[in-house]
């Protein structure tokens, strides 16, 4: 069965054509899956750019999978040693980095508030000399849907909330409030573009699956996998395929399976499980860990 999702395309754009390497490395703070999986077994995860299952892999056996084939194979070549490359998720923060000095935003700074550790005086120096208004204005602009749509294609774009880039300085602020610059590598990806280090793998440990992650879910024995991290596939994807993959990943779950998924939407109510704030990459407006029996 054909799924119904924009990832299907491999591109982040409408523009018919091959499938192109979207991720070179992961914005999703994989610690927070080995500390949610630890003492579990096998593992079923989000491919992308293979870091979660590298990760992963050094406590677990790993089953990566993922939708485009561009993707996995990258996440393969990585996972067994290949240097990071560039995919085009990581050109669009690059591109977002180029107006950080029309901001006022210069190394030195930057430099500065990235070498500090003490939560409180890191929101200090972002009130004060790196939340200017200026910034502001550059970030609502270049976040706002008529930008966004040169880039991304409609799908996609609606699976963000509205405002967007004043939504992600908010999920900044309450990052940098509770996380060390000094330790925090994303903030550093972010603000600088240093690449985040590659976790070391057992690749040895990690099966790479082509396909979706229902499809694949389905093709794998009853009670296979202790733990799911789906990444934020869910975002821009049909309620009949979220319907399909809870179907399969009940199925494919052990008794005790524990689930995490992201995704860029604001949390539908506040009663729901919610870690988004322990992402140390910030840009998430839900991060869902529960038990399969709850899904
Ligand atoms: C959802 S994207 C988001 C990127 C991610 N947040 C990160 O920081 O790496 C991650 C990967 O999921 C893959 N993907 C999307 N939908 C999928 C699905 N239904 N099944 C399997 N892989 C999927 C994409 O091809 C992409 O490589």
Redesign the pocket.
Known sequence: MN?D?P?QA?RLDAAPGPQRL??GQ???DAEIERETFRGLGRIFC????GDTAMLLSQEHEVLA????PV?LAYARRHANGAPRETGD?DRAMRFLRSFAPLTGWTKQRLERFLGLSDPAEQLQFWRDQLDTARFRAGFNLILSRPMLRVMYSQQFLLALPPHFGSILRGRFEKGIARHPNAANPYIHAHLLGIPIESPKPVATDIEFAA????SVLETCAPGSFAGFTL???L?G?AQS?RHR?IRAIRRAATSNAVVVL?SFAEPANSGDTNDAERDRSMLWGVLDIRSVNSL
């Open positions: 799924p999702t990832w491999g979207l991720f992961m914005y999703e989000i491919a992308s750019a999978c993922d939708i485009n993707q998720a396909g979706d992650a229902a990444s934020n596939i975002d994807a395929y993959l992201r």
